[in-house]
């Protein structure tokens, strides 16, 4: 089975700090990425990555950065935390397309609560 | 642009009761279809998948059926339990990277 990784369940951090989130997948996959969950909002998408070192914006990226220096490991960095980023985050993995033109599913970490006050 | 639409929850069912959520989409070319479940407290994990017109995808007792005529994914369970209760929600995945989520429909279950 496929395993997605994220560093911490819960965090809480104060408004103007740098916060990393971390995750990693254990299956070679090439896609990774960076959802946020809001009631009422659904899953968000903030960032992606189709390869190492290559990103891509998704539809709420103000605010955020991403890097991702190795296949497996994917960063998301709110460079100076706001309390309209108290939020549940979600990373996520994926084979992407295979060859056969199929898209494959994502697979999902626990999700990192984060909390800024 | 591709975009998928879920009934509105609650869904509130007593145990053993039939559950149907709906699902439509809106894409060109020929996507994938996906259901995922969130439990509480939980990331949210595939429940089944579609790639194809007229597939059936199928897990754990709930069915789907991959619609184009519709453009419908529409999720079923025939006797749905306690365990059910969770946050469904419906995923389209086209040509590009990412998938397209539905906004999701919460179900709970009651004894």
């Known amino acids: 089975d496929v395993k997605v990784t994220q560093s911490s369940r819960y965090l809480v951090k104060r408004t103007g700090e740098k916060v990393f989130l971390e995750c990693v997948q254990d299956m070679d996959h090439e896609n990774m990425f960076w959802y946020r969950q809001d009631p009422g909002l659904g899953l968000r998408l903030i960032y992606f990555s189709y390869d190492v070192k290559m990103k891509e914006k998704g539809d709420i990226p103000e605010g955020y950065s991403v890097s991702r220096e190795k296949k497996e490991r994917f960063s998301l960095i709110l460079e100076s935390a706001s309390t309209n980023q108290t939020s549940m985050y979600l990373c996520?993995?994926?084979?992407?397309?295979?060859?056969?033109?199929?898209?494959?599913?994502?697979?999902f970490g626990n999700g990192t609560r984060l909390t800024v006050t | 642009g591709n975009s998928v639409t879920q009934m509105e929850g609650p869904v509130t069912l007593s145990e053993e009761a039939f559950l149907t959520i709906n699902c439509t989409y809106t894409a060109t070319g020929y996507p994938s279809l996906f259901w995922y479940v969130q439990y509480p407290g939980e990331g949210l994990q595939l429940l089944l998948k579609a790639t194809k017109a007229d597939d059936k995808g199928s897990n754990k007792g709930f069915e789907a059926t991959y619609r184009k005529e519709t453009t419908s994914f529409h999720l079923e369970k025939g006797s749905v339990q306690v365990s059910d209760s969770a946050v469904y929600f419906c995923?389209?995945?086209?040509?590009?990277?990412?998938?397209?989520f539905g906004s999701g429909t919460r179900l709970l279950v009651r004894p």
């Open positions: 995923a389209l995945g086209d040509s590009s990277y990412k998938l397209i």
């Open positions: 996520a993995s994926s084979l992407g397309v295979t060859r056969q033109g199929i898209r494959s599913p994502l697979h």
